[in-house]
């Protein structure tokens, strides 16, 4: 089983102040985990992904994430919001591996505004 | 990086027709596709699981005789709503597995009026 938490359902920021958003998981395996952002009336893009390598992660656009194991977290992190980051972003879980892989349980979102 | 395709990207139909949605993989061959709802302000659901070469597996809730699945090649998924109502209107996104990872398409929106 698995499942994921999103912890804020709206975050506000000021433009070029840093961004966080958080996300815990819970899963039964050692999970893969990604951060996607979709804008509005858009399909999904991948931000990032962890898949059992180095637990700090670096994306697109500044992004960047960390797997805590020990506090089963993954949050979403920017040094510098930008007007561009306004969208919503969905942390999902998946199971890399056997009959269900890349099975994914999205988390409910969190909708970011960036104030200018 | 792998590519996938939906076809149409936006639909329109009337109440009591069908609908159908391609899902293409373009660059690489995905024995298992996803098929995911997104109602308004709302998360992404998964709705099934699609095979090729065999059936499709529903999650809990969704009706399997009104979103008609098939996966008839390793590029080729496609979700059909049948005798769709206006309730059905969403945003329908797929994604194939190719290997561990997981390609997303673009989504189709449905709008049943």
């Known amino acids: 089983a698995q499942s994921v938490t999103q912890l804020d359902s709206h975050v506000s920021v000021s433009e070029g102040t840093p961004v966080l958003l958080r996300c815990n998981y819970s899963?039964?395996?050692?999970?893969?985990l990604f951060w996607y952002v979709q804008h509005p009336n858009k399909g999904l893009q991948l931000l990032l992904k962890?898949?059992?390598?180095?637990?700090l992660v670096k994306g697109i656009n500044g992004f960047e994430a960390e797997f805590k194991k020990s506090e089963t977290s993954f949050h979403l992190t920017k040094p510098s919001a930008h007007m561009s980051d306004a969208a919503e972003y969905f942390c999902v879980v998946s199971r890399p591996l056997g009959a269900n892989a890349g099975k994914s349980t999205f988390g409910d979102g969190t909708t970011l505004t960036v104030k200018p | 990086g792998a590519v996938v395709s939906q076809h149409p990207s936006r639909v329109i139909c009337k109440s009591g027709t069908s609908v159908k949605i391609e899902c293409r993989s373009l660059d690489f061959q995905a024995t298992t596709m996803f098929w995911y709802r997104q109602f308004p302000k709302q998360s992404l659901m998964l709705m099934a699981t699609s095979n090729e070469g065999s059936k499709a597996t529903y999650e809990q809730g969704v009706e399997k005789d009104k979103f008609l699945i098939n996966h008839a090649s390793l590029t080729l998924s496609t979700l059909t709503v049948t005798s769709a109502h206006p309730e059905d209107s969403s945003f329908y996104i797929c994604s194939a597995r190719a290997g561990n990872e997981q390609y997303f398409g673009p989504g189709t929106r449905l709008t049943v009026t």
């Open positions: 962890y898949t059992s390598a180095a637990t």
């Open positions: 899963s039964s395996y050692s999970p893969s």
